[in-house]
T-cell receptor, first 113, second 114 residues
Framework: DQQVKQNSPSLSVQEGRISILNCDYT??????FLWYKKYPAEGPTFLIS?????DKNEDGRFTVFLNKSAKHLSLHIVPSQPGDSAVYFC????????????FGTGTRLKVLA | ETGVTQTPRHLVMGMTNKKSLKCEQH?????MYWYKQSAKKPLELMFV???????ENNSVPSRFSPECPNSSHLFLHLHTLQPEDSALYLC?????????????FGNGTRLTVT
């Protein structure tokens, strides 16, 4: 049973436009959410996170939105750049857990020049 | 320098071989993790160590044997693997007792079992 789901395996966006990546979760105990970016032949790199006490967190071109009632989070990248082309993973953790970080399957973003 | 270093980067082994993957972190973290990434599947959590104690074994077959001699080093000993064990094995470290802190990953070991 997948507790963290990324239902879009891929997404293509024109350079300069907004990229929106989505993630859904099922476990209501999750209260810390993260986005990672992964290039081929490299490990995932931490991008941005959000605690469940917030509904938005912004860092430069990256904004994460959290909708707790819908158990949904999204990552907005604006403006999108060709260097953003990578696989993006969302992950979730529970403060009552044993520091387990559960990941989704990833969404491959391609930013077209 | 990523802060988390994994060796080797690539490994090809037969089903009867014994090999070990190594991970070292220079971030002063207390928790270390092994994840497995197979094609079109989520990163699968395998093991978690917190302050050198194993706190999670996610139903991993016994042919995978972790070892954490101290908070900076983590090993994954491999023996009698199967071809379906071929995957990218990722090590990560985290602050352990600190809430709301991200994991930091190494670049992984690409394992091929023949």
């Amino acid at each position: 049973d997948q507790q963290v789901k990324q239902n879009s395996p891929s997404l293509s966006v024109q350079e300069g436009r907004i990229s929106i990546l989505n993630c859904d979760y099922t476990n209501s105990m999750f209260d810390y959410f993260l986005w990672y970016k992964k290039y081929p032949a490299e490990g995932p790199t931490f991008l941005i996170s959000i605690s469940s006490i917030k509904d938005k967190n912004e860092d430069g071109r990256f904004t994460v939105f959290l909708n707790k009632s819908a158990k949904h989070l999204s990552l907005h990248i604006v403006p999108s750049q060709p260097g953003d082309s990578a696989v993006y993973f969302c992950a979730a953790d529970s403060t009552s857990g044993t520091y387990k970080y559960i990941f989704g399957t990833g969404t491959r973003l391609k930013v077209l020049a | 320098e990523t802060g988390v270093t994994q060796t080797p980067r690539h490994l090809v082994m037969g089903m009867t071989n014994k090999k070990s993957l190594k991970c070292e972190q220079h971030l002063g973290h207390n928790a270390m993790y092994w994840y497995k990434q197979s094609a079109k599947k989520p990163l699968e959590l395998m093991f978690v160590y917190n302050f050198k104690e194993q706190t999670e074994n996610n139903s991993v077959p016994s042919r995978f044997s972790p070892e954490c001699p101290n908070s900076s080093h983590l090993f994954l000993h491999l023996h009698t693997l199967q071809p379906e064990d071929s995957a990218l094995y990722l090590c990560a470290s985290g602050a352990g007792g600190a809430r709301n802190s991200p994991l930091h990953f190494g670049n992984g070991t690409r394992l091929t079992v023949t």
